[in-house]
């Protein structure tokens, strides 16, 4: 990972740095102090509202695919396709990701070497690695 991220700083390369959010659309009381028993009405069910973002290591530009169903491979993909669109320089990709299952798969991979974008998985556990993580 270290001689890319020399590359991006010397701008050779591009570094990006991947990861969703899920946000959890309703409200949760910790802790409600009061006299009389109060009954706030919430939003029931799991409705989501999902974020896949990938930051460029050295300007910090971000590039984020959203949806409020599910970040899937094809999420992925749409992704991928994002960061070419702003690859004006034409110089080589390289993305580094977590490992979700969705992030590894074939669909992914392939469109990946078709595009000629190289995929970095970082090991399992290991959100201090992310650069992304600390957005």
Not at 83 to 92: F, G, L, T, Y
């Amino acid at each position: 990972m270290t001689p890319r991220l020399e590359e991006a700083q010397k701008r050779k390369r591009q570094v990006y740095f991947v990861d969703s959010a899920h946000f959890v659309l309703g409200s949760f009381i910790g802790y409600l102090w009061c006299v009389a028993r109060v009954f706030i009405p919430a939003s029931s069910g799991r409705s989501r509202y999902n974020v896949l973002g990938a930051v460029d290591a050295v300007t910090h530009h971000l590039i984020t695919v959203c949806n409020d169903a599910y970040i899937n491979a094809c999420s992925v993909c749409e992704l991928l396709h994002k960061i070419m669109e702003v690859n004006v320089e034409k110089i080589p990709i390289t993305i580094i990701l977590d490992n979700a299952r969705y992030q590894r798969c074939a669909l992914v991979t392939e469109l990946a070497a078709k595009l000629k974008i190289e995929l970095l998985f970082l090991p399992s556990y290991s959100p201090n690695l992310n650069l992304i993580d600390g957005y």
